[in-house]
């Protein structure tokens, strides 16, 4: 069983939708959850954190997380093609030194 | 102010060669990370190098090796490779190591490799 699981899609909708994405781990004593967003052929871009539980807000996205589900959440409301690209779930134990990522679900805006 | 740099952007190489990839972090970031990105996977992490210290690595064979320079940029080399080292080798810098600043990892562009 991997440590963080996500569907990797692909997830296509229309422009304006409202778009949940979402990743489970194993690893009850993950502390840090992040999401990043990889559009093609360049490396990862850190949208949002989330230390512990609860929700963060950011404009049009939203993280949340669920440590007694062991479930993380990225909604992104009124989606634009530009938001079209592998949208990554990582997460970190206290103090240590490497993310763990999930596989990324590839997500498409239709204009 | 520049971003983290890699190069090569891409490199071909034949089974059993030895490559060498370089990365340069973000002015002022003292830790620097190496991750392996298979096509339609998340990235794995190889090692993490803070002020020229290994700090952590990765379940990767001992062909995959890295060190970090006084400028604090770094290398990573690997030895005999193989069809399945194939893939996207990302780097990223951040302040420092461990605590809640480790989230704060900003990734280059990356350098793809294709093993032939």
């Known amino acids: 069983q991997k440590e963080v699981e996500q569907d990797p899609g692909p997830l296509s909708v229309p422009e304006g939708a409202i778009v949940s994405l979402n990743c489970t781990y194993s690893n009850s004593a993950f502390q840090y959850f992040m999401w990043y967003r990889q559009y093609s052929r360049k490396g990862p871009e850190l949208l949002m954190y989330t230390y512990s539980s609860g929700n963060k807000e950011d404009g049009r996205f939203t993280a949340q997380v669920d440590k007694s589900s062991k479930y993380i959440s990225l909604f992104i409301r009124d989606s634009q093609p530009s938001d079209s690209a592998t949208y990554l779930c990582a997460m970190l134990l206290q103090g240590a030194q490497k993310l763990v990522f999930g596989q990324g679900t590839r997500l498409t805006i239709n204009p | 102010d520049a971003g983290v740099t890699q190069s090569p952007t891409h490199l071909i190489k034949t089974r059993g060669q030895h490559v060498t990839l370089r990365c340069s972090p973000i002015?002022?970031?003292?830790?620097v990370s190496w991750y392996q990105q298979v096509l339609g996977q998340g990235p794995q992490f190889i090692f993490q190098?803070?002020?020229?210290?290994?700090?952590g690595r990765g379940n990767f064979p001992d062909r995959f090796s890295a060190r970090q320079f006084p400028n604090y940029s770094s290398e990573l080399n690997v030895n005999a490779l193989l069809l399945g080292d194939s893939a996207l080798y990302l780097c990223?810098?951040?302040?420092?190591?461990?605590?809640?600043?480790?989230?704060?990892?900003?990734f280059g562009p990356g350098t793809r490799l294709t093993v032939t």
């Open positions: 190098y803070y002020e020229k210290e290994e700090r």
């Open positions: 002015s002022g970031h003292k830790s």
């Open positions: 990223a810098s951040s302040l420092r190591t461990g605590g809640s600043a480790q989230y704060e990892q900003y």
